[in-house]
Structure formats: structure tokens, C-alpha cells
């Protein structure tokens, strides 16, 4: 059975971004740096190393740096169909953590799409010239994250979803993604932000500065691996069906 055509707008994506064919990724390194708010905390200054094996596993390793001292580090990642958020001595894991954490995960793989068919499932549907509909078979349900493209470039430029916060009620969520540059075999945007719906303005602002293809990734995976069995109690991991 043939794939179904992707939605113009996605199709004209990967016109642009790759003419001679898509390259295979297997695994990404992203040195980013930026700042984040949690509110009612001012801006504080961050670095992120993001580790990504595209569509499967993402690890964010963040830290706060001021002067000569780590003051802060946090820990964000789905890994084997599990998130978790680290945050200080809090880690929060869980269903809710899991579909929150996916969502980073599935954005980031935009910008490899030969990690799109490492994604069980997956599925376009479209809206209209510059917006279509991202569709992920996700436990019991389907994710519905809505994808806009910039009119004028054809790169992605928003993803949108409800998702986790924390335990709770979803919220919705974006990412505003710009000044897309090619990196070795990868085109990504080197300019995000990232909004909750329920606070006044954004909480992150990141610049993407390094993107390595190829990388060991296994470390930070293990180490990802072990936080979220620890805080989970040493439950048995469950199979992901993202």
C-alpha cells in the first residue's frame, strides 16, 4: 500500500529544506542557550544540551550558570515512552508527565523527517495552504497537535497542543520556531519560543547554536533511564506506542 501525500504545506517543506532527498538521522546533540521563567521567578539565564534520538527518545539536560557556580539543573525527557520533569529536588513522572513530555519529543522530530517513520502511526491531515494537523496513535488515544508553516520560507513556524503542565487539566501550548539554517545534513530553527496558554507571555526563549549528527547518545539516556525508573518507584517500563 502507497503512503498518502503529505499535505501541501508539509510537502512543500520538504521540498525546500531538502531537494536531493531526505537524509537519515539517527541521533542529534543541540547546544541551545536562552532563558526561562517559572513564575513569579524573573528571567533566569540557562544553557541545554538536547539529545535526541529524532521521533524515538529526547533528553534536555539544562543548567542555570552564574559566575564559576552551577546553581540549578534541571532534567526534561522521554525516553522509552516515559517523561519526566526534574526540576531542583522535585521530579515529577507519571501519565500526565508522559504525554506532556511527548510533545517536545514530536516538534523536535519536525525537523528531521526521516524520523517520521520511526513513529508508529503517525498521520497528516490537511487544514489548509499553511497549516495541517499532526496525528500520533498515543496510548488509548490519538495526539492532535496543529502545525503552521510560514507562508513565505515554507518552514514550520508554530506547534500547537493541549498538554500536561503538570497533574492536572491540559493546557495549550506553543512553540514559535524561526530563522531556520542548515547544520551538516539537518535544516532546524535556531530561534524558539515557548508559551503556555494560562501565563502573560512566554517562559522560554532559546537559540539553537550547535547541531551535531551521529553523536553517542547513550549516556544521557541511561542516565534519563534511571531517573525515571527511580522516581517511578522501579515500576516496569511499559512499551511506547509513540
Known amino acids: 500500500m502507497s503512503t498518502p501525500a503529505p499535505p501541501r504545506p508539509v510537502a512543500r517543506y520538504l521540498e525546500i529544506a531538502y531537494p536531493d532527498g531526505l537524509p537519515e538521522v539517527d541521533t542529534v546533540v543541540m547546544q541551545c542557550s536562552g532563558r526561562f521563567r517559572r513564575r513569579p521567578l524573573p528571567w533566569i539565564p540557562m544553557r541545554d544540551t538536547i539529545s535526541l534520538r529524532p521521533g524515538v527518545d529526547r533528553v534536555s539536560d539544562m543548567t542555570v550558570v552564574l559566575g564559576p557556580l552551577t546553581v540549578m539543573e534541571v532534567l ?17 513522572v507519571g501519565d500526565e508527565i508522559d504525554q506532556g513530555s511527548l510533545h517536545p519529543m514530536l516538534c523536535e522530530a519536525l525537523m528531521f523527517p526521516s524520523s517520521w517513520s520511526r513513529i508508529a502511526g503517525l498521520e497528516w491531515e490537511p487544514i489548509d495552504d499553511r497549516t495541517a494537523r499532526l496525528l500520533v496513535p498515543f496510548r488509548d488515544g490519538t495526539e492532535i497537535a496543529t502545525v503552521g508553516f510560514d507562508r513565505a520560507t515554507g518552514f ?19 512553540i514559535d520556531m524561526a530563522d531556520w539554517r ?32 551521529g553523536e553517542d547518545i547513550e549516556e544521557p539516556l541511561a542516565r534519563a533511564r534511571a531517573a525515571i525508573a527511580a522516581a517511578r518507584g522501579d515500576r516496569p517500563s511499559q512499551t511506547s506506542v509513540a
Open 182 to 213: 542548515p547544520f551538516g545534513p539537518a535544516t532546524v530553527p535556531t530561534r524558539i519560543v515557548v508559551t503556555w496558554a494560562d501565563e502573560p507571555g512566554p517562559w522560554l526563549r532559546m537559540r539553537i547554536e550547535q547541531v551535531t549528527t
Open 156 to 174: 514550520p513556524s508554530t506547534y500547537e497542543v493541549p498538554r500536561f503542565k503538570a497533574k492536572g487539566a491540559k493546557v495549550d501550548w506553543r
Open 76 to 92: 526534561d525527557a522521554y525516553v522509552d515512552g516515559h517523561g519526566i520533569t526534574r526540576f531542583l529536588r522535585t521530579a515529577d
